[in-house]
């Protein structure tokens, strides 16, 4: 299955992707769905692309590429350069309102643990890389 330019990945790799999400973010897929205009399904396949994306990029390199607000055995939580959501749906071919939904989920769940991000702009991105290796039940 190609996800991205030059970027194939196995269809069960995907799967287990969107599964994780879904077990990660939860709830908080539905109430930014609720609000976006893409729907529930678009979002938690946008999700998974940022984390398969994250994921290749690996810890070492996203923390050159910002910095690390949070980190736990679930969850690493990172504030990156500005060009991280960009690049994603440049080489997703995603569409700007699929990029904002999926930015949001990330934003509310640093939000969330970090506290009030009033110094959140435009000119970083959250990024939450998921460290379970599969959703528990």
């Not at 069960?12 to 969107?18: G, I, L, P």
């Not at 960009?86 to 699929?98: A, V, W």
Request: charged letters at 35%; a negative charge; one cysteine or more.
């Amino acid at each position: 299955m190609r996800i991205a330019k030059d970027t194939d990945v196995e269809f069960d790799e995907f799967s287990r992707a969107c599964d994780l999400v879904e077990d990660y973010y939860g709830d908080l897929i539905d109430e930014v769905a609720l609000h976006a205009p893409i729907s529930r399904r678009q979002l938690v396949a946008v999700l998974a692309r940022a984390q398969l994306s994250g994921r290749g990029l690996g810890p070492e390199t996203l923390d050159e590429q910002g910095e690390q607000v949070y980190q736990s055995n679930d969850e690493t939580l990172f504030w990156l350069d500005g060009m991280f959501w960009r690049r994603l749906r440049e080489n997703h071919n995603l569409s700007p309102d699929e990029g904002r939904a999926a930015r949001e989920v990330h934003r509310r769940i640093i939000e969330a643990i970090d506290g009030d991000v009033g110094y959140y702009n435009r000119e970083r991105d959250p990024f939450v890389l998921i460290e379970r290796s599969h959703p528990t039940a």
